[in-house]
């Protein structure tokens, strides 16, 4: 699990590259994400030894299963290791490896201690072909196989409350069992990743962790998984192998995903590029004029942001941008876009405002917001220290007073932003139309000073 690696954390790598603690790198993590990563660890190694201290000797039929869910995955991460490496490069948040399918199977069919070994040998093939190639540390990868131990075992408490055991001939169970240990093995999977991307990302929305794509993925995995178990249960184990093949195009799928994904995204903020911007931000336009919505278009620009490049160097300036980044990312809904048009300048845009609202009273809101939390930002640098001081003037433009062209909000937007950095910067402007016979102040044509070196 890659629950420390983001945009955010990016500028810091070569820093602890000069400076590593081993190949764990625990060094790096905040105390109490340390703390909750070692006991994690600890309590799903202390549950292991418990189990294997009370089980029974298996039968050939289980230790059969068990050689097939080892075997088999082993075979399909060899088959997919390309693009699975590929994957782990692309993927922010790459704790879902599909290797679910297989452990929920065992976990499913399989007594609590052969259940853990085939965790064991999956993820330790797993580290040593794949997340160390993709440069993932191995406490990361040692705290994601805990948390499928850990899941497991709540599969294997949820089978035992149902009175389903494991020796052969039962099976996983009814339908009822089957959907209770995957909800048991997500939420334990799930949550567990959700803390420490917290702890070890302060501000990080729980929601978003719980319900992204990545959730998504793992859930269908595990839907995969149960299907596995009850046809193992009701044929042959060696039916197992018919799940390789949609597995694999289902890894190929998700890789073209991310892929498409990466294209979109400006690499040193995580935001969206201008163009993957535009296009999403008039798509969102004209699906608010099908339902009776209105957008607002917010434009950022960070106040003297080249003093910032010429004290403190442009490593520095770049961990100030990934900041701001994150207040954007912070401060809107999941469903606003936000995006970064290049140097210091940033654009939000925002959908679904009710019209019966004073909408560009809405928009101004979250404008201030923003202005507040940049405001109040102390960055911390790898190579200049604490960074605070910063400003940010935006401009505010709404299509419910500038039509529903992207264009014109964007126009209208930055001839708002021009007018707060000549009023004195660190503020929010507002665009309201002009009242008729009368001219405005003359603004420069929109994009004019952009790039102009933190104005």
């Known amino acids: 699990m890659d629950h420390v690696s983001s945009h955010q954390a990016a500028p810091r790598h070569a820093a602890r590259r000069r400076f590593p603690f081993r190949s764990w790198q625990l060094g790096a993590l905040p105390a109490a994400a340390l703390v909750f990563v070692l006991a994690v660890d600890v309590l799903a190694a202390g549950l292991l030894v418990a189990s294997a201290l009370r089980a029974s000797l298996p039968t050939g039929d289980q230790l059969l299963l068990a050689a097939l869910l080892t075997l088999v995955p082993v075979a399909h991460t060899e088959l997919s290791l390309h693009s699975e490496r590929i994957r782990r490069r692309v993927a922010h948040n790459h704790h879902v490896n599909m290797t679910s399918v297989w452990t929920f199977s065992g976990a499913l069919l399989l007594p609590p201690v052969l259940a853990t070994a085939v965790v064991v040998a999956v993820h330790t093939h797993l580290y040593l072909r794949v997340a160390r190639a993709a440069g993932t540390p191995a406490h990361r990868h040692l705290f994601q196989?805990?948390?499928?131990?850990?899941?497991?075992?709540?599969?294997?408490?949820?089978?035992?409350?149902?009175?389903?055991?494991?020796?052969?001939?039962?099976?996983?169970?009814?339908?009822?069992?089957?959907?209770?240990?995957?909800?048991?093995?997500?939420?334990?999977?799930?949550?567990?990743?959700?803390?420490?991307?917290?702890?070890?990302?302060?501000?990080?929305?729980?929601?978003?962790?719980?319900l992204g794509a990545e959730f998504l993925l793992e859930f269908a995995t595990l839907s995969l998984g149960g299907l596995v178990a009850v046809?193992?249960?009701?044929?042959?184990?060696w039916l197992v192998l018919l799940a390789?093949?949609?597995?694999?195009?289902?890894?190929?799928?998700?890789?073209?995903?991310q892929l498409e994904n990466q294209v979109d995204t400006d690499t040193k903020t995580g935001l969206l590029n201008p163009a993957a911007w535009r296009w999403r931000a008039e798509q969102m336009i004209e699906r608010c004029a099908r339902t009776d919505r209105e957008t607002a278009v917010l434009l950022l620009d960070l106040d003297h942001f080249k003093a910032v490049n010429d004290r403190h160097g442009h490593l520095a300036g770049d961990d100030v941008l990934q900041a701001v980044a994150a207040v954007l990312t912070a401060e809107v809904r999941d469903n606003d876009l936000a995006g970064r048009f290049g140097g210091e300048e940033f654009v939000v845009a925002l959908g679904g405002l009710r019209p019966d609202d004073v909408v560009f009273g809405r928009a101004r809101e979250v404008a201030e917001r923003i202005r507040r939390s940049v405001r109040a930002l102390e960055v911390d640098t790898a190579t200049a220290g604490r960074i605070g001081g910063l400003s940010v003037s935006i401009g505010v433009a709404t299509s419910s007073e500038h039509g529903g062209k992207l264009d014109a909000l964007l126009a209208a937007a930055d001839a708002a932003l021009y007018d707060a950095k000549r009023g004195g910067r660190d503020q929010v402007r507002v665009r309201h139309p002009e009242p008729a016979g009368r001219t405005g102040t003359a603004t420069p044509p929109f994009g004019l000073h952009f790039g102009t070196g933190g104005a």
């Open 145 to 210: 196989a805990a948390t499928v131990v850990l899941a497991v075992l709540a599969v294997a408490a949820v089978r035992f409350a149902a009175g389903v055991l494991p020796p052969p001939g039962d099976g996983p169970g009814d339908a009822t069992v089957v959907l209770a240990s995957l909800l048991a093995y997500s939420a334990v999977t799930t949550l567990l990743l959700a803390c420490a991307v917290r702890l070890t990302r302060p501000g990080t929305r729980f929601l978003s962790v719980l």
């Open 231 to 237: 046809i193992i249960a009701n044929t042959s184990p």
């Open 244 to 257: 390789v093949l949609p597995l694999l195009v289902l890894q190929q799928t998700t890789l073209v995903r």
